[in-house]
């Protein structure tokens, strides 16, 4: 790489962490640091949501959907746009009141207020366990970026030194750090990739007709994939809109719910169909690259799809522009994985161990913020595939926390005993099938069984308790109005 590039990415590195010391400065206490003092508007918050949920992961995934499948590939964030605009109206409106009234910032104190303490400790414990896993997705989406780019860098290597920039501005700077840098990122990542690496990428193609002579026609279809993917999808992804805590964080930190809402329509907007269909183009040229023989040929032996995009890029990108296409990856991965990061951080320090009201609470959160930070390193040093730890970490959190939200949306009186059913049976459905790899029929992922079980014993388990209530009712008021015997 050339030393302007790599100077670029440097620049850009040490200015988000820089942020992260400014911030820093500015927070006062846990109110400051895990929901912006509740004053943030849609623009900022729409951009902060899709940066997270897109972030680098996607943006690696996206690139390696549409070198092995083209276009329909895009589907996947078809789901985000879904997911997005129901929780807009559905959830927000709830949710804010809810979060305002009761000085709320995490997901699973919402639920305490509805279920108990009990439920409200598996939710963060369930939360905090999903939210590492997605955090070392996208430290390992940096890793696979930068071993494309950097001649002589390791994945462990790059694992380590992108982890570790991640984590250290978002332990400093908190909330507002992350939504405010997600904003930057978000643009850089837009401009980057539709004003610089597609226009490149066709330039070194010879343009796209000369790039269709290589592709195989259906992979320029939007019908180049099996329905039960898009269902697969579907269960993994849409339901994650309301449960996912880096969300919930976004709507306590709104300065209103209308402001809320209108975030989550832009953000729905921007992830399908702006990001779908840039990320698997940017894959899909990268395709045509290999074939035509634009990338040299000690690169054609590379297996790994996800890294087949920065390959191109670093092939047919000019001084200069490398480095700003670069940046503008880092941005979508670093957007994503402090997002995350806080999720988790807040899981554990506001709901599990309480540190809201210490007297320390603040220097507690940000040292709880570095320790999970290390331990996604640890996690994503095992794991080779970026797409695949992302959509377990998701269907992990959806199968254990999506039954009691419905519980939250749909029961006056929510029972507690019905929600740990759901949570406890959903996420341990999951794991059994993950960990024995037993084959589901259809090619339905394990995610399907898990949240349909979770949601199933959730309203069969409501049922029973409040027609016992009502029976006990009964039987009280009998008791009361029976003569007593003489």
């Not at 995490?106 to 598996?122: D, M, N, R």
Request: aromatic share 12%; proline share 3%; net charge positive.
């Amino acid at each position: 790489m050339h030393f302007i590039d790599f100077s670029i990415i440097v620049i850009y590195l040490l200015t988000m962490l820089l942020i992260g010391f400014w911030f820093h400065r500015k927070n006062n206490n846990t109110e400051d640091y895990f929901v912006g003092s509740r004053k943030m508007t849609k623009w900022h918050l729409g951009l902060s949501v899709v940066a997270t949920d897109v972030g680098g992961g996607f943006s690696i995934g996206l690139g390696g959907l549409g070198f092995v499948m083209g276009i329909s590939g895009s589907w996947i964030l078809f789901t985000g746009l879904v997911g997005a605009w129901l929780t807009a109206v559905i959830l927000i409106p709830k949710v804010h009141k809810a979060g305002l009234a009761h000085k709320i910032q995490t997901f699973p104190e919402l639920l305490k207020h509805s279920y108990g303490k009990t439920v409200a400790l598996t939710a963060a414990l369930i939360s905090a366990i999903g939210y590492m896993g997605f955090t070392a997705s996208q430290v390992l989406a940096g890793a696979k970026l930068s071993s494309a780019t950097f001649t002589g860098v390791s994945i462990t290597e790059a694992v380590i030194v992108m982890g570790a920039i991640a984590v250290i501005y978002t332990a400093l700077g908190g909330i507002k750090a992350v939504i405010y840098t997600d904003t930057i990122q978000w643009i850089i990542l837009l401009a980057g990739l539709s004003l610089i690496g597609i226009p490149y990428a066709l330039k070194s193609l010879g343009g796209w007709e000369a790039a269709k002579v290589f592709l195989d026609a259906e992979m320029l279809q939007l019908n180049n994939i099996k329905m039960i993917t898009i269902v697969n999808w579907a269960f993994s992804i849409i339901p994650i809109w309301f449960i996912g805590m880096t969300l919930y964080q976004r709507i306590f930190a709104a300065k209103s719910a209308g402001e809320a809402q209108k975030a989550w329509f832009i953000a729905g907007l921007f992830e399908y169909p702006f990001m779908a269909f840039l990320g698997v183009f940017l894959g899909l040229l990268a395709k045509a690259a290999f074939l035509s023989g634009v990338i040299p040929e000690a690169y054609m032996s590379n297996p790994d799809s996800e890294t087949a995009m920065p390959i191109m890029l670093k092939q047919v990108l000019p001084v200069g522009a490398l480095g700003l296409i670069m940046a503008a990856y880092f941005s979508a991965i670093l957007s994503t994985a402090d997002s995350c990061l806080m999720a988790a951080s807040g899981n554990i320090s506001l709901d599990l161990f309480k540190y809201k009201n210490a007297d320390n609470a603040l220097k507690m959160s940000q040292w709880m913020t570095l320790l999970v930070g290390i331990l996604a390193i640890i996690v994503a040093l095992y794991i080779p595939s970026v797409l695949e730890l992302m959509l377990l970490s998701y269907a992990f959190m959806v199968c254990g926390l999506m039954a009691p939200v419905l519980g939250f949306i749909i029961f006056k009186k929510p029972s507690r005993r019905a929600a740990l059913t759901a949570m406890i049976s959903g996420s341990g459905i999951l794991l059994l099938i993950k960990i024995t790899g037993l084959e589901m029929p259809w090619q339905l992922d394990a995610v399907v069984p898990g949240l349909l079980v979770s949601i199933l014993l959730m309203f069969v388990v409501q049922w029973y308790d409040q027609r016992n209530k009502a029976k006990n009712k009964i039987t009280n008021k009998a008791d009361q109005l029976s003569i007593p015997p003489v």
